[in-house]
């Protein structure tokens, strides 16, 4: 099935439009819309325990099972204290945010500028929705940049001391999240604070200036299509990773 939500600023319903193969014809459906007269900026549309999720970063996700007769919409707000103004960081969120599913949980990662510890040192959080049936996040782990580049894996790097662009949690360890850094793509275990891939990229497009999350998706091709074997790291990491595709 296709889905595409149509929201009516200000107004209390929504079209809901799907495409299924077994009918072959769009069909669309008022329902019911249960967010304030603000606008709805989906930065991606997630699937995940049977759902759509339309994620907009700045302060909620909109969920709804598109194969219901009667579609019900509804909202779980991001973390306490997350949600940002209207039109606060237009067009550069997804630079710094982004919502996932790995492992099999739907997670919401943090690096937005706001986003800062007790000394006021920038800093990246995982927040873990366990129960897509609730609106409560957990807070799974956090880490300040300061303490990822104080670490001898990162210094091996030779890569420097700056603020990098999100890209992506990987899809089934959610404590190895993905960034842009210049040329390179760096992946990181947040939670241990250590660099665990480090690797020049070779994006044709976008360019480098304008990479963020929207433009990645990563999969795992089936273990058939893979060569070579799984062995696991000392950092309990596995070469699996070098399977993962962008």
């Not at 439009?17 to 014809?25: D, I, P, Q, T």
């Not at 001898?152 to 990987?170: C, D, E, F």
């Not at 999969?219 to 696991?232: I, K, V, Y």
Request: charge should be negative.
């Amino acid at each position: 099935m296709v889905a595409g939500l149509q929201p009516f600023v200000g107004g209390d319903k929504a079209i809901l439009l799907r495409f299924s193969s077994e009918v072959g014809e769009w069909v669309s459906k008022y329902v019911g819309y249960p967010l304030p007269a603000r606008i709805l900026c989906p930065n991606r549309v997630v699937s995940h325990a049977g759902r759509l999720w339309w994620v907009d970063l700045s302060w909620c996700l909109l969920t709804c099972d598109p194969f219901e007769d009667a579609p019900v919409l509804r909202v779980v707000p991001l973390p306490e204290g997350k949600a940002l103004k209207p039109r606060e960081a237009w067009g550069l969120l997804d630079k710094y945010r982004c919502v996932r599913v790995s492992a099999g949980k739907l997670r919401f990662v943090d690096m937005y500028s706001r986003n800062r510890d007790s000394r006021g040192a920038t800093q990246i959080s995982v927040w873990t929705l366990a129960d897509p049936d609730t609106t409560e996040w957990t807070l799974e782990y956090e880490a300040t940049f300061k303490e990822i580049w104080d670490d001898a894996s990162y210094k091996a790097t030779g890569l420097p001391r700056k603020i990098p662009v999100l890209a992506l949690i990987h899809p089934t360890n959610p404590d190895v999240v993905y960034f842009f850094l210049d040329e390179h793509l760096l992946g990181v275990n947040v939670r241990a604070r250590k660099v665990v891939e480090c690797e020049v990229y070779e994006l044709v497009a976008p360019p480098s200036e304008h990479v963020a999350t929207r433009f990645i998706h990563a999969w795992r091709l089936p273990p058939a299509l893979c060569s070579g074997s799984a062995e696991e790291t000392e950092d309990g990491v596995n070469e699996e990773l070098q399977q993962l595709h962008l």
